[in-house]
């Protein structure tokens, strides 16, 4: 792949792909790692698999991000319980409801098994279609379109209170 191929894919998609990323790492230094490391692969010449350039580039993220998972479960679980106790320290946000809204609705996506986040996080953040989901998850369409709707009803179940205790 040439320079300017590359430029083309990380001026495109760069953007959604750290996005997505964030989704696994929880952190944007992570998230930013592993786009590195997806463009360094892109330019040693990985060869695209799929007719979809999104897709094909989200596959890889998806790969570099469940590898990055299974090496980093022990120390993500132990940064996470520190970013909780820092958080509940009192830091104040000038918007309470707002500030309940954005916590309560990243308790609800960290319920949804991977698979349905992830595919949240593609449907919602990232403008992918059912179909580019399914070939960049290489799942089947159905099972991209059901694992969507498996994630919303959960995700409306769990935030139900907080919505009614909002209106």
């Known amino acids: 792949m040439n320079d300017r191929e590359l430029e083309h894919l990380y001026d495109a998609h760069a953007s959604g792909l750290f996005h997505y990323l964030v ?11 592993l ?24 596959r ?34 000038p918007d309470p409801d707002a500030a309940l809204l954005a916590r309560s609705f990243a308790e609800a996506m960290k319920q949804l098994p991977d698979e349905q986040r992830t595919i949240v996080q593609l449907k919602l953040w990232d403008g992918l279609t059912f179909d580019e989901i399914a070939e960049a998850q290489d799942i089947p369409l159905n099972t991209a379109a059901s694992r969507y709707r498996y994630a919303l009803d959960k995700l409306r179940t769990l935030l139900r209170p907080i919505y009614e205790e909002l209106l």
């Not at 696994?24 to 230094?29: C, D, I, R, S």
């Not at 520190?82 to 009192?90: A, R, Y």
């Open 23 to 33: 989704t696994f790492t929880k952190g944007e230094a992570d998230a930013r790692d």
């Open 35 to 58: 786009l590195q490391e997806l463009f360094i692969k892109l330019a040693r010449g990985v060869k695209m698999e799929l007719q979809s350039e999104k897709a094909f580039l989200y």
């Open 60 to 93: 890889l993220a998806h790969n570099l991000a469940i590898d990055w998972l299974r090496r980093r479960k022990v120390r993500w679980d132990s940064e996470e319980r520190l970013v909780k106790e820092l958080n509940e320290d009192g830091q104040r946000t």
